[in-house]
């Protein structure tokens, strides 16, 4: 009989494989074999490999976006970051969040690296927070190249100005929850 101390010791996973990714890769398998039982074998082996095509085009955009997103980590001086869009920045620091949101092009490949390069420069969670809600909902390229074309002016005035409040809400909504936004460093 070998003795505790003998015992086999369990490596711990590495830290790029958290809950969330186990949770995915199950969903991801039940889903496969779902398609497999329902729709054949020749639906399951044409969706995996029109899969592989979208993940050969997203790819480098997310490395580019990551890469971004590391750079601008150390390029934004952390002093700017607490005094403009900072914890105790208030109202003004949620005002900025909300334009740069505005602002920032493309998809989630440009604004979710961006967001951890703001939160690990400093940024508050309340401007984190309308940076998010402004990116998606008054995203700026969005208007121009979806929305004033496809619906008109008149609709995307009124969604627009519908829209307006919804960071600050947001962000407000952010400041009363008590609950940290740390990063998990395990």
């Known amino acids: 009989m070998s003795d505790v101390g003998d015992a086999p010791k369990f490596r711990r996973l590495p830290a790029s494989i958290d809950r969330s990714l186990l949770i995915m890769g199950a969903l991801v398998m039940a889903a496969g074999v779902a398609c497999w039982m329902v729709e054949g074998r020749d639906a399951f082996l044409e ?3 029109s899969d592989h095509v979208m993940m050969a085009k997203i790819a480098p ?4 976006a990551l890469l971004v997103s590391s750079f601008l980590q150390l390029l934004i001086p952390r002093k700017l970051v607490a005094k403009w ?3 105790g920045s208030g109202a003004k ?3 900025i969040a909300t334009t740069i949101g505005a602002l920032t092009p493309g998809g989630p490949m440009t604004s979710f690296p961006m967001v951890t390069a703001l939160h690990e420069s400093g940024t508050g969670r309340a401007p984190l927070i309308a940076y998010l809600v402004s990116w998606s909902n008054l995203g700026f390229q969005r208007l121009l190249i ?3 074309p496809l619906l008109g002016p008149t609709f995307l005035i009124l ?3 519908a ?3 919804l960071p600050f809400l947001a962000a407000w909504i952010a400041t009363r929850i008590p609950m940290s936004i740390e990063r998990d460093k395990k």
């Open 146 to 148: 979806w929305e004033l």
């Open 93 to 95: 620091g949620v005002a």
């Open 85 to 87: 869009i900072g914890e």
């Open 159 to 161: 969604r627009y100005i």
């Open 61 to 64: 955009k997310l490395a580019a």
């Open 163 to 165: 829209c307006l409040p």
């Open 47 to 49: 969706s995996f490999s």
